[in-house]
């Protein structure tokens, strides 16, 4: 298997601009996971799907971040509109029958605001 | 509340010289499940180990060893004979119950030749 992938792997947006970041997780897992890591705040967890549908949305840091997961193959993390405090490395993992079991981590996307 | 603690930002060892990596938790969930996760400087995160609370058994994987030990809520990984490669920011976490996973904010560890 490819294993998780992400894109795109480096992102340069202004500020205001949309952002959209895509994930296409390993086949057959049924949770996904959307984690921002930053020198801060270190690896937090935005939100997670089990079964294509949002599971928990707590971590989403505010209404300009919105996830989606039109099916079991795809997901896309949008910021509409992006700041500069938005810039971060954004992980995407699945993980297969459990929400604590091993994930995969694809390679994530670094996103830079200017 | 649900917390991991790394108290270790930065370690610096010479290769071959042994090594540990500090992990604290806190939880009050009696089920919960224990992880390390390696981030190598091309920076996916690598899964290395998953342990519940209720086996404190030790387990060694090569070069790699966990010590579990719930009397003091510690977690602690030791790599023996380090080797450049192990060059990583490494990541305890934590998942109380069936829930979601708290990271701790790393321990990056360096070995140079």
């Known amino acids: 298997d490819a294993g998780v992938i992400q894109s795109p792997r480096h992102e340069v947006t202004e500020m205001g601009q949309e952002v959209t970041l895509r994930c296409k997780p390993i086949?057959?897992?049924?949770?996904l996971f959307w984690y921002r890591q930053t020198m801060m705040r270190g690896l937090e967890l935005l939100i997670y799907?089990?079964?294509?549908?949002?599971?928990?949305d707590s971590g989403m840091p505010e209404d300009r971040f919105s996830a989606k997961m039109p099916n079991a193959s795809f997901s896309t993390l949008k910021i509409q509109p992006s700041e500069p405090r938005d810039s971060a490395v954004y992980f995407c993992a699945s993980s297969l029958g459990r929400v604590n079991t091993e994930a995969f981590f694809g390679q994530g996307t670094r996103l830079t605001v200017v | 509340a649900q917390k991991v603690t790394q108290a270790q930002t930065e370690i610096s060892v010479v290769e071959k010289e042994d090594v540990t990596l500090d992990c604290v938790y806190e939880t009050r969930d009696t089920t919960y499940y224990l992880f390390w996760y390696k981030q190598p400087p091309s920076g996916e995160l690598v899964f290395l180990i998953r342990r519940n609370s209720f086996d404190e058994q030790n387990e060694i994987s090569g070069r790699y060893s966990w010590n579990f030990q719930k009397s003091t809520s510690s977690f602690n990984f030791t790599i023996t004979a380090s080797q450049v490669v192990d060059s990583a920011v490494y990541f305890c976490?934590?998942?109380?119950?069936?829930?979601?996973?708290?990271f701790g904010t790393g321990t990056r560890l360096l070995v140079s030749p």
């Open positions: 976490a934590l998942s109380p119950g069936f829930q979601k996973l708290v």
């Open positions: 086949s057959g897992h049924d949770y």
């Open positions: 799907f089990n079964n294509n549908v949002p599971i928990d």
